[in-house]
């Protein structure tokens, strides 16, 4: 059975580096639209266009484009294992169509593992992100601010989602990166014995 995962959080819970660890451990293709966008932008494709004016602003990408954005990354990898989705729903309507396009491959998501952070820890980390990622989001506050702002208002109702499915697996994004990673591991490893 393909293991299918979301890593799931706001802005600056950790969920690159948290990715990185996973994909490996668990053989599983990375996606992530952010850095698929930022890949984008880099190669001034119309794509990156397109999104750099809304991720300027740390607004969302419409869902139309990210959702097909999303669906032609999977199907380039028709061998995976499964899949680390990061930062990927983000919003309802993108969570309904990943569960429709994955279903109509015959599979699901085995679960949303969510790093839990307070706002103020999130602030500071992204500041201080800014000065070395090079990334024009993670500079500016109010900027920074909004996209917490998107993501509780326009992201947390994915969590619901998978909750209502009994997918959703929170844990304390507080921590060394290796703590952190055990807890995450814990939990996938639960909701794999649960899904089989
Ligand atoms: P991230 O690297 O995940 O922090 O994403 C950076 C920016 O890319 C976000 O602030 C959005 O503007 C855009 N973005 C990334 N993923 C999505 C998504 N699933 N839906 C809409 N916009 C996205």
Redesign the pocket.
């Known amino acids: 059975m393909e293991l299918n995962l979301i890593l799931f959080g706001p802005?600056g819970a950790g969920?690159g580096t948290q990715s990185e660890y996973l994909t490996a451990k668990y053989q599983l293709v990375h996606l992530?639209?952010?850095?698929i966008?930022?890949a984008n932008i880099k190669g001034e494709t119309d794509l990156g266009k397109q999104?750099k004016a809304?991720?300027d602003k740390?607004?969302?990408?419409p869902d139309s484009l990210?959702i097909a954005l999303l669906e032609s990354e999977v199907n380039k990898h028709a061998d995976a294992k499964g899949f680390i989705f990061?930062?990927?729903?983000?919003?309802q309507a993108?969570a309904t169509a990943l569960d429709q396009f994955l279903e109509s491959k015959g599979s699901s998501i085995t679960c949303l593992v969510a790093l839990e952070v307070e706002e103020e820890e999130l602030r500071a980390r992204l500041l201080n992100r800014g000065k070395t990622s090079g990334r024009p989001?993670d500079v500016n506050p109010e900027i920074i601010q909004n996209?917490i702002d998107v993501y509780q208002r326009e992201t947390c109702p994915v969590a619901d989602h998978y909750g209502a499915q009994g997918k959703y697996k929170g844990v304390n994004g507080i921590g060394s990166i290796e703590e952190i990673a055990q807890r995450l591991c814990e939990a996938i490893d639960a909701a794999r014995v649960s899904a089989n």
């Open positions: 802005p969920k992530s639209t952010g850095d966008f930022r999104a809304f991720m740390g607004e969302l990408v990210t990061d930062g990927f729903p983000r919003t993108q989001d996209r």
